[in-house]
């Protein structure tokens, strides 16, 4: 099993839907939850970070985890086609290194 | 790309070549790291460093070696490249204190493919 899973997509959704994009991971130990988005060919930029457990609203994007289940999600509000990319999550202990997910693709269609 | 440069963006080579990437930056980062992205597996750290001649091995360390001579320049080197070393690889830059930041800032990468 790997330690961060994420289902790669694509997922397609309509300009202005909601977008529920997930991951679920196994080491308890984490205790950053990061999101990062990444445009084609381009690096990966760092989209919203949650320190333990809770809810991170910035803008159109809020940031959820749930460590008890150990998952976490990324909502995207009234979708864009500016939004079209590949969506990783990430996490780390406060002492080890970052382990990221294999990313979602999404597509916004205008 | 947070004052991170990659060269060079392209590169194909053959089987058995030697082949260095460099990773140059402007923010005067202590941390710096190198990652592969393939399908399927997402990035994945090879080496990092955490100062001038400082590195550690990363998850996937095995057939790569790293340098840091200045603050600036990160240089990740295939001795002998191999087919399984064709992939997008990924400069990184981390935080001052945090010794794996999670506010890591990425170049452009380098499109590597091995013959």
């Known amino acids: 099993q790997k330690e961060v899973e994420q289902d790669p997509g694509p997922l397609s959704v309509p300009e202005g839907a909601i977008v529920s994009l997930n991951c679920t991971y196994s080491?308890?130990?984490?205790?950053?939850f990061m999101w990062y988005r990444q445009y084609s060919r381009k690096g990966p930029e760092l989209l919203m970070y949650?320190?333990?457990?809770g809810n991170k609203e910035d803008g159109r994007f809020t940031a959820q985890v749930d460590k008890s289940s150990k998952y976490i999600s990324l909502f995207i509000r009234d979708s864009q086609p500016s939004d079209s990319a590949t969506y990783l999550c990430?996490?780390?202990?406060?002492?080890?290194?970052?382990?990221f997910g294999p990313g979602t693709s999404l597509s916004v269609i205008p | 790309d947070a004052g991170i440069t990659q060269s060079p963006r392209h590169k194909v080579t053959e089987t058995g070549t030697p082949v260095t990437l460099r990773c140059h930056q402007t923010?005067?980062?202590?941390?710096m790291y190198w990652y592969r992205q393939d399908p399927g597996h997402g990035l994945r750290l090879i080496h990092y460093?955490?100062?001038?001649?400082?590195?550690d091995k990363g998850e996937v360390s095995d057939g790569y070696s790293v340098s840091r001579s200045k603050t600036e320049d990160f240089l990740l080197t295939l001795e002998s490249a191999t087919s399984s070393q064709t992939s997008v690889y990924f400069c990184?830059?981390?935080?001052?204190?945090?010794?794996?930041?999670?506010?890591?800032?990425f170049g452009p990468g380098t499109r590597l493919t091995v013959t």
């Open positions: 990430a996490m780390s202990d406060v002492y080890d290194k970052v382990i």
């Open positions: 080491n308890s130990a984490f205790q950053y």
């Open positions: 949650t320190y333990s457990s």
């Open positions: 923010e005067n980062h202590r941390y």
């Open positions: 460093s955490y100062g001038v001649k400082d590195t």
């Open positions: 990184a830059i981390g935080g001052e204190t945090d010794r794996f930041s999670y506010e890591q800032y």
